[in-house]
């Protein structure tokens, strides 16, 4: 018991201020520091919602030219746009978050990062170091928050480390590739002695050994009915057409995972058929397969358990053999499998579907058939329709040539804010952004940041007025649907009106019921510059 | 490397589904033993957002009477809801959060309910115990999600012990008090074999010990200019009362923390005077005091650190003496130290304001003054806008007796939320939410809850177009204002509309830009049911 008032004032001088503001005499601060190490190593765009702990780091940026800094009003926003924007390039954002509690609000969608293997800095401010011990309100295990979706957690200890600390969590985010985080202590950002540090290569995927490459080929040479199952990095025109060579070799069928992070696909590209999202029909679509050969990806398994159905998919009859593993090089081991096949002939193509379009009330297929004949060359649609973008998305496999980038870790909420990663990655092409009432309630402040930055995307809102994947899984479990349970899926009371939400944040919305209607404000909104959002009212 | 297919596929049963399905004969199953050991605890609301691995949790809240299942669109809604129901109760209700990520969303309203000492009971399902080693997409570290903000943190493991789990986690939120978090494998909900446990007794705050009591007495009869200083739940009616006549014996001035969870103030209560949130203005205020004493709070600490400035404000002249900690009944301590000095005197009470309603554009003072004269008997108001709400706040010190619940963690986002949960706990009463516009961008959803449960909640946006409490602290550490830095502060490009967003979620809205006009819509908002929206907007 801390009765005696001697301590409850610490005699040392630790617990006031400390530190200078730095002085061009004296160096850089340590935010400074920071911020241009990691525009050395290739960071120029920060997704931000920061606080007092971060403004020397927002001043910073001030000082240094060609910086992006986009803020967004909430920090999944934030995470889940740097999640689109390493899709899109390949490169790492940073995310400027405030202590624990803005970390924290950012964490689901970095979930969601980690698992599509994206590179992300996040740069977190703390207290001052001689300010922790007093437990001030915002006072946190920041580390203890960043952990679980980290590949990369650090705190700067001392104000010359921030650069270099800023420059290893680069590489780290590069390396994994996946989520760097890096704490500065408010006191170090705004002390002085720090440098900018040289950039460092990150490290390349491992290729894979021979012998695997090897051993892979005899398998799919004594093969009847083969399959590649694909994800990662090989989902890109280039791989996809070495993969239909050894298709056409072999006759595997050629899949990708439910879960994959970009998947380019169209008119003149390699089709690929995504596996399903229902247990059932994975184990179904794979049965008679004999050989699945596995491309920067994990032997499928179910997305949740059920009482006495199997987690892992495959049929109990097909042998399962790894080519590369999510950090390997598959691409090169593809390439290299191909070669050593002698698969040469000529891939197949995806020829184009139907350029109709089609009348009625409005349906998911409708609406799919809608936007797969309007959808522009290079477009980038963002998938988080959960239960509607099962039906748009094979309709969308004869369209023309764009990018599909899909949930990945199940953690509602990423579809925004990834639709304004990806626009802000690439400007000049057009990002649609396919979202389900109920996930576009977890970050609709997305939108805000798309009005703000007057990116081009349509966001394209699925209203079914209900949790519709939860009524799914409801039967599934054979659980009751009473009033308790029925009032959890409902989305009915109120309705939510997404053209009110939209008008509220700056953005132009429209709400349509029928095939027509869609196609008129669809093809609108593609010819206009800037963000637009069109509520899909479903029967 | 895992090359080899064996490695691919566990031969152990491990890895497919086991468990049957609860029936009569054999028990319950581990989620209705779980809901109905909280239900025997006195747990009966739930504040949710669940998903598959929670069904069986919603499916057993339909098999119990009296339970209030509120849907929450996004976790952090939730939380903050509970946290204003604790508050408000001085009860857990429990949060039905959908794994690592959903918890993820809630972790920021729980580090502010941790802060407040708020008993909150986070329910939360993972995959099946045998699904976890197959790291499906949504599988995380729930544990170390929930560590950083939990007082208690268990994963059920076997399905009979979840009922028992239930009460110890019930008993720790009480005790501590705080946030208890207890995660249920999807098979340990589904399997059968459970029962219902038995409530325990929380831990009751620790007394103070005599000599602690006799020590603080002794001290105040030889000051010349003492003064309370007041946390936790010593800022009830009676135990003010208490304070007064301490007051009255010594000459004390009495004081709450700037970050106190619940204050209850107004005409005929006891006036306390909230420290203020500038460092400065702290150290200011308790200038020539000579003893401090403190009661379930800690010595005064700066919220943030500056550079060369104190960050523990009270002068060094003064002596700081501790009667409780936050952790110890302050109100047993408090009657039995008056008690002890004689102090029987009358206290002073709050007298009435000026009721007159002002006019003129509106300001954040004179919009305290509308509230303070229209503020009805028994309101509970909850404080989220954070630079609009310091005017507001002393302006109701002389309004009709209510209820003020700070911020107390500094992660914005709580307001809205928190009137969720204080409305649903005071179904009788009348809830006010001020709220800063860039604070009310954290967790909009929670109007849409709001308007579902018809809760009686005026919600008052302070809309001044910017993070105005950047702005302050920006000119604190003379960083430079440049485009970057401005661009982080401001809410201008584009304006955002609540009425719309209000609208959108179901809510009636209006906007306001003087102070006549606020008063005719805050009267005409209390006076009906359900929830409203105003939008001042500020000059």
């Known amino acids: 018991m801390r009765v005696h008032e001697k301590h409850l004032r610490p005699t040392s001088s630790g617990a006031s201020g400390q530190g200078k503001v730095a002085s061009d005499q004296q160096g850089l601060n340590g935010a400074e520091s920071l911020v241009r190490s990691l525009a050395a190593a290739g960071v120029d765009t920060y997704f931000a919602n920061p606080g007092t702990t971060e403004m020397q780091l927002v001043?910073?940026?001030?000082?240094?030219?060609?910086?992006?800094p986009v803020l967004c009003l909430f920090e999944g926003v934030a995470t889940g746009a740097a999640d689109g924007y390493a899709r899109m390039t390949g490169r790492p954002a940073a995310t400027l978050l405030h202590l624990g509690p803005g970390l924290a609000n950012g964490l689901a969608n970095l979930h969601n990062a980690r698992r599509a293997r994206s590179s992300i800095v996040n740069i977190v401010g703390d207290h001052a170091t001689y300010h922790r011990s007093l437990d001030a309100p915002l006072t946190s295990d920041i580390e203890g928050i960043a952990r679980p979706v980290s590949t990369f957690v650090r705190t700067v200890q001392d104000v010359g480390a921030a650069g270099?600390?800023?420059?290893?969590?680069?590489?780290?985010?590069?390396?994994?590739?996946?989520?760097?985080?890096?704490?500065?202590?408010?006191?170090?950002?705004?002390?002085?002695?720090?440098?900018?540090?040289?950039?460092?290569?990150?490290?390349a995927p491992r290729d894979v050994d021979p012998e695997r490459i090897a051993a892979t080929a005899a398998a799919l040479r004594n093969a009847v009915h083969p399959a590649l199952l694909m994800s990662g990095t090989v989902l890109r025109r280039d791989s996809l057409t070495v993969a239909s060579r050894i298709a056409a070799a072999t006759g595997a069928r050629l899949y990708c995972d439910f879960f994959s992070p970009r998947l380019e696909r169209g008119i003149g590209l390699v089709p690929v058929r995504r596996l399903p999202y229902s247990s059932e029909q994975v184990t179904e679509e794979l049965h008679g397969t004999d050989v699945l050969v596995l491309i920067e990806t994990d032997p499928p398994v179910a997305f949740f358990a059920y009482p006495g159905k199997p987690s892992e998919l495959a049929p109990p009859q097909t042998r399962l053999v790894r080519l590369a593993g999510p950090?390997?090089?598959?691409?090169?081991?593809?390439?290299?499998?191909?070669?050593?096949?002698?698969?040469?002939?000529?891939?197949?193509?995806?020829?184009?579907?139907?350029?109709?379009?089609p009348k009625g009330a409005l349906t998911p297929a409708l609406a799919g058939a809608v936007i797969a004949a309007l959808l522009p060359?290079?477009?980038?649609?963002?998938?988080?329709?959960?239960?509607?973008?099962?039906?748009v998305g094979p309709l969308c496999q004869a369209a023309a040539p764009h990018v599909w980038l899909s949930h990945t870790g199940g953690a509602l909420g990423l579809g925004l804010p990834m639709s304004v990663g990806a626009a802000i990655a690439c400007p000049e092409r057009k990002t649609?952004?396919?979202?389900?009432?109920?996930?576009?309630?977890?970050?609709?402040?997305?939108?805000w940041t798309q009005a703000r930055e007057g990116l081009n995307v349509v966001t394209i809102v699925f209203s079914n007025r209900a949790y519709a994947i939860l009524n799914y899984e409801l039967q599934r479990i054979a659980a009751s649907g009473g009033p308790a349970a029925r009032s959890m899926l409902d989305l009915t009371r109120p309705e939510i009106k997404f053209t009110d939400l939209a008008r509220g944040m700056g953005v132009e919305a429209s709400r349509v019921d029928t095939a027509e209607a869609f196609a008129v404000e669809l093809r609108a909104a593609l010819a206009a510059p800037g963000p637009r959002l069109i509520e899909l009212a479903l029967g």
């Open 327 to 357: 950090s390997e090089n598959g691409s090169a081991a593809l390439a290299a499998l191909a070669d050593l096949m002698g698969a040469r002939a000529a891939a197949v193509r995806q020829s184009a579907g139907k350029s109709e379009l």
């Open 432 to 447: 649609l952004c396919l979202v389900g009432d109920g996930s576009a309630m977890y970050t609709p402040q997305a939108l």
């Open 59 to 68: 001043a910073a940026l001030d000082r240094i030219e060609g910086l992006r």
């Open 377 to 391: 060359e290079s477009a980038i649609v963002v998938d988080e329709a959960v239960t509607s973008g099962m039906a």
């Open 164 to 203: 270099h600390d800023a420059v290893r969590a680069v590489a780290a985010a590069r390396s994994a590739p996946g989520v760097a985080t890096l704490i500065l202590p408010a006191d170090l950002a705004w002390s002085s002695g720090a440098a900018v540090a040289n950039p460092s290569q990150p490290v």
